[in-house]
């Protein structure tokens, strides 16, 4: 039957498996919370682990539930495979383990999560394998970072919390001239504002804790990306590592997944309205938002729109008034994590990327004064009175 192409907003409620057929065609997928699978004959478990047949053997090498959200990622990627993990440090620790050797070299975006930054560091110390972070704004600049052993180029664009973006374009024209992959961490953006694969970036991941859930109730990872990649990864780091997703987690996210076009929707619009508002507002410094900054054209060029998230910084700010700032809140909740219902704020320098110490946190652009917002689903003017009444106190 000949199909026209669907909407993303079509794709995140219909766009997911199409082998799995349930006996009892129910509307919402079962949750199959079982570890094994069992068999009618010897044979065919034979046939099942030499892949000469389709189908579960024991769920930490795949689970029919799971097996459905990662269908549905895929199809919203733009990918033709993908792979769920237990959160999302699980799936940006399987790739950059499944890209590097000892002694390799990676070149990251000038700026990344606070974990990922942990990871590259253990891998440093351990096994030899280095980093350099770039501004990865300019061809020759990135030539120059690039050594015999540079093995893949891993990005978060925009970058957590400085918003700062990466041109997707730039990056993989570069790393194609010179064999290397482009990894993209899409957690900030999800794949209704932004699908780095259409750009020609080799594999995408993300948090699902955040954008993709939308309800803070999950910790889970996703991998995007072609085919053979990810067989490999589901036979030797996934299943070796064994940072799996639970089938009830996957259940939740497809369940969450529904909405995302009309939340995302939601939190841009409420973002932008915030965004007005602070840059009007006298005791704000400055605010980094990806259609309102420098950056505009580039957004414009891989974005649909800004996302929910906002960094700025008050006049004369300092530790001490983004803590007060944040004290003075009652809507907005204090905490990690980003992509909720709830709007909720954070300060990096001593929460998120506290990990990083602070003379790389200095680098990478994060400073003590530095506050970022994760903009909910609420009315936006509740949300603003809540920081106008604050901003006052400080
Ligand atoms: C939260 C986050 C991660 C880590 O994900 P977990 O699900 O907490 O393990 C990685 N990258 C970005 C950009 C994040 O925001």
């Not at 050594?147 to 180029?153: D, G, L, P, V």
């Not at 919390?161 to 001239?177: G, N, W």
């Not at 400055?286 to 700025?312: E, H, N, R």
């Not at 506290?354 to 790389?360: D, K, L, S």
């Amino acid at each position: 039957m000949f199909m026209k192409k669907q909407d993303f907003r079509t794709k995140v409620i219909h766009g997911e498996a199409t082998h799995y057929k349930d006996p009892y065609n129910s509307l919402v997928p079962p949750i199959y919370q079982t570890a094994t699978f069992t068999f009618d004959t010897a044979e065919q478990v034979e046939r099942r682990f030499a892949g000469d047949e389709e189908g579960p053997i024991y769920s930490r090498l795949g689970n029919p539930t799971v097996q459905m959200l990662e269908q549905k990622m895929a199809v919203l990627e733009e990918g033709e495979a993908a792979l769920a993990f237990g959160s999302g440090m699980g799936a940006v620790s399987a790739v950059v383990l499944s890209l590097v050797n000892a002694g390799d070299h990676i070149l990251c975006s000038k700026g990344v999560y606070g974990c990922t930054f942990g990871f590259l560091n253990m891998l440093h110390e351990k096994f030899n394998v280095s980093h350099t972070f770039s501004n990865l704004t300019n061809e020759l600049e990135i030539e120059s970072q690039l050594s015999n052993y540079t093995t893949c180029i891993y990005i978060e664009t925009p970058i957590n919390p400085t918003m700062q973006l990466i041109d997707l374009a730039l990056v993989v024209k570069v790393a194609k001239k010179h064999k290397i992959k482009v990894v993209v961490d899409n957690t900030f953006s999800s794949p209704y504002l932004q699908q780095p694969l259409l750009f020609g970036c080799d594999i995408v991941l993300h948090s699902a804790t955040k954008y993709l859930c939308g309800h803070g109730d999950v910790i889970g990872g996703i991998v995007v990306s072609d085919e053979s990649y990810i067989e490999e990864l589901s036979k030797t780091v996934r299943k070796d590592i064994g940072a799996i997703m639970s089938p009830f987690d996957a259940w939740l996210l497809l369940r969450g997944l529904k909405t995302l076009a009309v939340r995302m929707d939601r939190h841009c619009e409420n973002a932008e309205e915030i965004v007005n508002k602070l840059s009007e507002h006298p005791k704000i410094e400055s605010i980094v938002y990806p259609f309102s900054s420098s950056d505009q054209q580039l957004a414009k060029k891989q974005m649909k729109q800004g996302g929910g998230l906002i960094t700025f910084s008050l006049k004369n700010g300092s530790k001490k008034t983004a803590q007060k700032l944040m004290n003075e809140l009652n809507l907005i909740k204090i905490a990690v994590s980003l992509g909720d219902a709830e709007t909720l704020i954070q300060h990096p320098a001593t929460m998120t990327h506290a990990v990083v110490g602070e003379e790389e946190r200095e680098r990478m652009g994060i400073t003590e004064n530095m506050i970022r917002l994760s903009i909910g689903l609420e009315a936006w003017e509740d949300i603003w009175n809540d920081l106008e009444h604050a901003l006052q106190k400080v």
